[in-house]
């Protein structure tokens, strides 16, 4: 280990335990695992469809034998309520077994009539993938890319957030147990200052990150300097539309889930409520009483709902967000302030008379509180909505659907949910637009990120070509 590096440091952040340390990786230990995972993809790519599928569903089933241990892993290392822990483990074996079943129709070649007498489209593997991954949905953020990735025929190296060495390990050791061949994963245990000589690295192809906007513009740059491609799930301000004609029971309790899913450390959370003057009283006041009955404790109690932020950090901006808001003349209608006792706690929070100018409205907030912002109507609401740097994901209420589809198409975001909240599925594509990156992942597009799509064009057929014969 080099002189200069701290070591890798896994601490509960419900009570300030260190759990773990590990030494970073030194370039002898990164070059064996990037031989490791380059040798693996070599025979990996060969595999058909059907044998790469095999481990990927022996996958499945050992993340749900373990859910126990994986999820109380989870919740040890980043503080996700055990609930939600679990829940996320039986997301990711749903994820592997969609790719197991639909990869190959995803990539299937693509027959397109010319005037050859045989040409289609392939989709081949690139080879070795980095993926960059955050620490909020653990082992969720690295099936999501590496199911489909896997499924295309790539290999990849993980460098996880350095607060989740012990998930980012123990999903290295799932993946080898699961058939999948040795080396074709391998974990880096890095400190983000040594990112930089793995993305230049000729035998890295290609990178992936989820993470914030500012660390999501770096990693473009340097790929963007070694040419390689990139897809990139970054930061999210998701606008929660409440328009007059809207449930508002049901919108205020599923408002509630949108803000505080996990402690409301995630990207795809509703962050700035835009309600409707005319109904945004009685918004308000539905909204805080469902947050106000959060139960907040030991994240591994069955009972909680919202446990510790991540980072003691993260708590720090939280505060600093909602102390100059309020100074700005927003109003806390419940919550606000740390909680009792050890760990990096911040009670669920709703505030109300917010400005748009507002750092809890203009600024990304991770963790549990909620901006309510009042428009005059729907089209005010579409021009708040959009008048942010992210553009990730957004929910809009209304009981008039034909509305609801027409306003949704002029939301700036990689998907609009009405009158439901905003989630990945494997079925459909997820990313986002702006400072909230550009690529996709999940569903056919997501597969396709990785891949060599590749003309292959065979033999001078009867027709005559449309259009010129070179470049």
């Not at 408002?255 to 795809?268: E, L």
């Not at 203009?362 to 992210?390: H, K, L, M, Q």
């Not at 034909?402 to 494997?426: C, Y």
């Amino acid at each position: 280990m080099s002189a200069t590096l701290s070591p890798i440091t896994s601490i509960n952040p419900a009570t300030g335990e260190v759990l773990a340390r590990f030494d970073p990786f030194t370039q002898d230990e990164v070059d064996h695992a990037l031989d490791e995972a380059q040798d693996a993809f070599v025979a990996w790519r060969e595999r058909s469809f059907e044998e790469r599928a095999v481990p990927m569903r022996r996958l499945a089933s050992l993340l749900r034998a373990r859910v126990d241990r994986y999820g109380r892993l989870i919740t040890l290392e980043m503080g996700k309520p055990i609930v939600e822990a679990k829940a996320e483990l039986e997301k990711c074996a749903l994820g592997c077994e969609h790719y197991a079943d639909h990869a190959a129709r995803y990539l299937a070649d693509e027959v397109i009539p010319t005037n050859a007498k045989k040409s289609f489209v392939a989709f081949q593997p690139l080879g070795i993938v980095l993926a960059v991954m955050p620490w909020n949905f653990p082992f969720w953020q690295v099936i999501r890319f590496a199911a489909p990735a896997f499924m295309a025929g790539n290999a990849a190296v993980l460098k996880h957030a350095s607060n989740v060495p012990q998930c980012a390990l123990a999903i290295e050791e799932v993946f080898h147990e699961a058939g999948f061949p040795e080396g074709l994963l391998r974990t880096l245990l890095l400190a983000g200052s040594q990112v930089e000589p793995v993305i230049e690295d000729v035998r890295v192809r290609a990178v992936t990150l989820t993470g914030s906007s500012d660390t999501g513009s770096r990693i473009a740059q340097l790929a963007g300097r070694a040419l390689k491609k990139t897809v990139l799930e970054l930061g999210g301000s998701d606008p929660f539309i409440v328009l007059a004609d809207a449930d508002l029971d049901q919108a205020a309790k599923v408002a509630t889930r949108a803000r505080n899913q996990n402690t409301g450390q995630s990207c795809i959370a509703a962050k700035r409520f835009i309600a409707v003057e005319s109904i945004a009283s009685d918004f308000e006041r539905r909204f805080a009483a469902e947050v106000g009955a959060l139960q907040v404790g030991d994240p591994l109690d069955a009972k909680t709902q919202i446990g510790p932020l991540a980072r003691e950090d993260l708590r720090e901006a939280l505060e600093r967000q909602v102390r100059e808001s309020n100074g700005m003349g927003a109003r806390v209608l419940t919550g606000g302030g740390r909680g009792d006792g050890k760990g990096w706690y911040y009670r669920p929070t709703v505030m109300a008379d917010v400005t748009e100018d507002m750092p809890v409205f203009n600024e990304e907030t991770f963790g549990p509180v909620a901006a309510v912002v009042r428009v005059r109507d729907a089209d005010e609401a579409v021009r708040v909505a959009n008048d942010s740097a992210y553009g990730l994901g957004a929910n809009l209420w209304t009981k008039d659907l034909a509305l609801g589809e027409r306003l949704a198409r002029r939301i700036e975001s990689g998907s609009v949910f009405v009158n439901g909240m905003v989630a990945s599925d494997p079925r459909l594509p997820f990313g986002g637009v702006k400072r909230s990156g550009y690529g996709r992942e999940l569903s056919s597009y997501g597969i396709k990120e990785f891949v060599n799509i590749q003309t292959i064009w065979i033999g001078q057929g009867t027709q005559k070509p449309a259009g010129p014969q070179s470049e």
